[in-house]
C-alpha cells in the first residue's frame, strides 16, 4: 500500500512569495491534516479537511490556506511568505470512519524562505 | 487550547538501557494517548497508543503507562538500542464543537542510544 506523498521535497523561497504545497493521501483515506514543524516547535496543527471541507484550524493566520479535491488530495498555500514559515510541512491523513487519532503522515515538504 | 508539556527535551542513553519520556497535561477529557515516533528525514509514525481506561500497555520493548491523577503519562523503552534513535512526540487529541478536532502534539524528545 502506497503512503502519503508529498511534492515538492524541498522549497527555497524569498520574502513576500507565495507557494503551494502538495499532498496525497493513502487510498481510501479521507481526511488529510496539515501541519508545520519548525525547529524546537514541535508539530503545529494548521488545518484538517475532510471530504472537501476545511474542518477545523489551528492558531495561524489567514495568510495559510488550503483546499481539498474531490480525489482527497491536497493543497496548502502559504501567501506573504515571511522569514519564521521556514518549517518543514507535514501532510497526514486518516480514514474517515475509523477513529480520527491515526494519523498516517508522509515525508514533508522542507521549506526555507529567505 | 489543550496543552501538553513533554520531557526532557533530549535524552542519551546507553545502549540496554532504560529510556523514558514523560508528558504532562491539562484538565480536560480525552479517550485516546498515541505516541509518535520520527526519525530524520521522515514524518512521524504512530509508535504506540493506550485509552484512559488502562493503566498500561505494553508492545514489545515499548510501554505506555498513564497517571490519571498525576494527569500524566509515560514511553518507557526497555533496552534500548541504537535504533531506537529518534524523536518521540506524545499528542493529545483535542475535540471542540461541531465534531471539531485537532491532535496536539508535545515538542519531542529527541532519543539518542549509544553503543
Known amino acids: 500500500e502506497a503512503g502519503v506523498t508529498q511534492s515538492p521535497t524541498h522549497l527555497i523561497k524569498t520574502r513576500g512569495q507565495q507557494v503551494t504545497l502538495r499532498c496525497s493521501p493513502i487510498s481510501g483515506h479521507t481526511s488529510v491534516y496539515w501541519y508545520q514543524q519548525a525547529l524546537g516547535l514541535g508539530l503545529q496543527f494548521l488545518l484538517w479537511y475532510d471530504e472537501g471541507e476545511e474542518r477545523n484550524r489551528g492558531n495561524f493566520p489567514p495568510r495559510f490556506s488550503g483546499r481539498q479535491f474531490p480525489n482527497y488530495s491536497s493543497e496548502l498555500n502559504v501567501n506573504a511568505l515571511e522569514l519564521e514559515d521556514s518549517a518543514l510541512y507535514l501532510c497526514?491523513?486518516?480514514?474517515?470512519?475509523?477513529?480520527?487519532?491515526?494519523?498516517?503522515f508522509g515525508p514533508g515538504t522542507r521549506l526555507t524562505v529567505l | 487550547q489543550q496543552q501538553v508539556k513533554q520531557s526532557p527535551q533530549s535524552l542519551i542513553v546507553q545502549k540496554g538501557g532504560i529510556s523514558i519520556i514523560n508528558c504532562a497535561y491539562e484538565?480536560?477529557?480525552?479517550?485516546?494517548f498515541p505516541w509518535y515516533q520520527q526519525f530524520p528525514g521522515k514524518g512521524p509514525a504512530l509508535l504506540i497508543a493506550i485509552r484512559p481506561d488502562v493503566s498500561e500497555k505494553k508492545e514489545g520493548r515499548f510501554t505506555i503507562s498513564f497517571n490519571k491523577s498525576a494527569k500524566q503519562f509515560s514511553l518507557h523503552i526497555m533496552d534500548s538500542q541504537p535504533g531506537d534513535s529518534a524523536t518521540y512526540f506524545c499528542?493529545?487529541?483535542?475535540?471542540?464543537?461541531?465534531?471539531?478536532?485537532?491532535?496536539?502534539f508535545g515538542k519531542g524528545t529527541k532519543l539518542s542510544v549509544i553503543p
Open positions: 497526514a491523513s486518516s480514514p474517515r470512519d475509523r477513529s480520527h487519532n491515526e494519523q498516517f
Open positions: 484538565n480536560t477529557a480525552f479517550d485516546y
Open positions: 499528542a493529545l487529541p483535542h475535540y471542540s464543537g461541531a465534531g471539531s478536532y485537532q491532535l496536539t
